[in-house]
């Protein structure tokens, strides 16, 4: 089993940033990919990035590439998402998850096994 707690997120203007955390105790941090997902009311848990075991390799969906960073330090089981230039549409309750396997990209939330609690991101304009 692993757990990830989640922290970070809340208000900020557009333009500005904010960074996400999401720290993981249970089973071996670097044994697993992990990804960040976020969610508006009434609609479906959407792809933001991915990383692998190492951090060596990413990967990003085109609406937050250039914007946001995805990276782990496997010394401190902790995962982040780093989040600058944010816009209003960023707004969302923001998930980080975990999964076993080599597939990548790993796009469809129903790939990972474990979830955080969420955090919200509001942006406003």
């Known amino acids: 089993q692993v757990q990830l707690v989640q922290s970070g997120g809340g208000l900020v203007q557009a333009g500005g940033s904010l960074r996400l955390s999401c720290a993981a105790s249970?089973?071996?941090?670097?044994?697993?990919?992990m990804g960040w997902f976020r969610q508006t009311p009434g609609k479906e848990r959407e792809f933001v990035a991915q990383?692998?075991?190492?951090?060596?390799?990413?990967y990003y969906a085109d609406s937050v590439k250039g914007r946001f960073t995805i990276s782990r330090d496997n010394s401190k089981n902790t995962g982040y998402l780093q989040m600058n230039s944010l816009k209003p549409e960023d707004t969302a309750l923001y998930y980080c998850?975990?999964?076993?396997?080599?597939?990548?990209?790993?796009?469809?939330?129903?790939?990972?096994?474990?979830w955080g609690q969420g955090t919200q991101v509001t942006v406003s304009s």
């Open positions: 990383i692998n075991w190492s951090g060596s390799r990413t």
């Open positions: 249970g089973r071996t941090f670097s044994g697993y990919f």
């Open positions: 998850a975990a999964k076993y396997g080599t597939s990548w990209p790993s796009l469809d939330a129903d790939e990972y096994d474990y």
